[in-house]
């Protein structure tokens, strides 16, 4: 009963929990610290990691982002992931739902997400090439009523559509389609990365055109054009579409995309992700000026490996770690990150100036400025 789509969504999950999928290019959230407070001036019970987010409210500043749905034996982890979104108050993204547009059989592989996840706030998800294909307010509907999302992710992958032996790198004319069929939904549309990063100029795009929330999906973390290359290689002997040195060094790094994004759009709600695998990297993102941190890859790894127990145990430690930082920089609210000292040296440093943005005025002036749009809302 599988199509090509349902079948590549198995293909690819089970490629990235047991083939090195991650990009040799590193986020460069290593050459961010949070400057210490050794006098937080408050004690740690009273951190309260709430944010709102795209509309929402999440407890914790985490998303599980979209990687899964559209076959039979995959239904079960969205359950699992969904309903561990619910017990910890995150958000929680489901794969492309395509295979389930073309093939309404696959719904309940979405759908059973919500039914894990009553309150959570669930992002439904559908790619960029196919509302260039056809797709139209139509197919954008069904997603989000699916899973009863609160907000619709549109992935834009170019880099993973030109490696995949059967990819769509169709890109043309399609943003403000996709913008004004999202608009007619009446959810919030997440603009999302896939692993290779968004830009500045991307997101001022977007927010010119009305979006308000991102996803960076930055180079660091599950690299796409990797797992599209391990897979061909895997049918094929040899990749259809070699990719040479971009399948580890092709797109813009996490730590970038999140300062870029935001110098982009003060205003927006913007998830750091893209390797992001712990608390302190976690906690580095928000500092950066992400809203949220988002991660995909630990969790299905974690999953598969050690059952529902182990994500949990994974998330839980990850928040309180975020909790902890936020503690150790003395401010009470998850957003004080964005006011805390931070410095950003190296690499992260140099990139950031060569792309137009003066690093220390980012510090001290823009991400002020991306509070009080939150602060006075
Ligand atoms: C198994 C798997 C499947 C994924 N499928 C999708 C998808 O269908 N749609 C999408 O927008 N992103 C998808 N992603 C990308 C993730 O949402 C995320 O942006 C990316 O993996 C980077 O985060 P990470 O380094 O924490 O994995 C997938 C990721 C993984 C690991």
């Known amino acids: 009963m599988t199509s090509e789509t349902s079948s590549r969504k198995l ?29 937080p001036d408050l004690d740690l019970d009273e951190i309260d990691l709430e944010v ?55 719904e309940e592989t979405f759908r059973i ?11 439904a998800n559908l790619g960029a090439p196919q509302l260039s294909k056809g797709y139209g307010l139509e197919e954008v509907v069904r997603a989000i009523e699916m899973i009863d999302a609160d907000a619709i992710a549109i992935h834009f992958n170019p880099a993973q559509e030109a490696f995949q032996d059967e990819g769509d790198p169709y890109f043309s004319h399609v943003i403000t389609k996709i913008v004004e069929a999202v608009e007619r939904a009446g959810k919030p549309l997440i603009a999302k990365e896939v692993g290779t990063g968004l830009s500045r100029e991307f997101v001022a795009q977007l927010r010119s055109l009305g979006v308000r929330c991102f996803d960076v999906a930055g180079l660091g973390g599950t690299n796409w054009v990797k797992v599209e290359v391990l897979r061909s290689k895997a049918k094929h002997g040899a990749p259809l579409k070699p990719a040479g040195p971009l399948a580890d060094y092709w797109g813009n790094p ?21 390797g992001v695998r712990n608390g302190l990297e976690a906690a580095k993102a928000i500092a950066l000026g ?29 928040i309180y770690q975020i ?29 950031v100036q060569n792309r137009g943005i003066d690093i220390d005025y980012y510090i001290r002036v823009t991400r002020l400025e991306a509070l009080m749009y939150k602060e006075v809302k």
């Not at 988002?294 to 127990?309: D, I, N, T, V, Y």
């Not at 964005?338 to 040296?345: G, S, T």
Request: glycine share 10%.
């Open 254 to 274: 996490t730590a970038l995309a999140i300062i870029e994004a935001r110098e982009a759009a003060r205003d927006a709600y913007i998830v750091g992700s893209g």
């Open 11 to 39: 293909e690819h999950l089970k490629m990235v929990v047991t083939s090195k999928v991650e990009a040799a290019e590193s986020t460069l959230l290593e050459y961010v610290r949070i400057v210490h407070n050794p006098l």
């Open 290 to 318: 992400a809203d949220a941190a988002g991660l995909a890859l630990p969790a299905a790894r974690s999953l598969l490996s050690g059952g529902k127990e182990s994500v949990k145990k994974l998330l839980e430690s990850i």
């Open 52 to 106: 709102d987010f795209c509309g929402g409210k999440l407890k914790a500043p985490l998303i599980i982002t979209g990687m899964t749905g559209g076959h039979p034996d995959v239904a079960w982890i969205n359950r699992d992931l969904a309903s561990l979104a619910e017990e910890l108050g995150i958000a929680m993204g489901v794969g492309s739902q395509r295979a389930a547009i073309e093939d309404r059989r696959l």
């Open 113 to 123: 997400a919500r039914k894990a996840a009553p309150n959570a706030f669930l992002i």
């Open 323 to 351: 909790k902890v930082a936020v503690f150790l920089t003395g401010e009470k609210r998850v957003r004080g990150l964005w006011r805390a000292p931070i410095v950003v040296w190296g690499r992260l440093r140099e990139e």
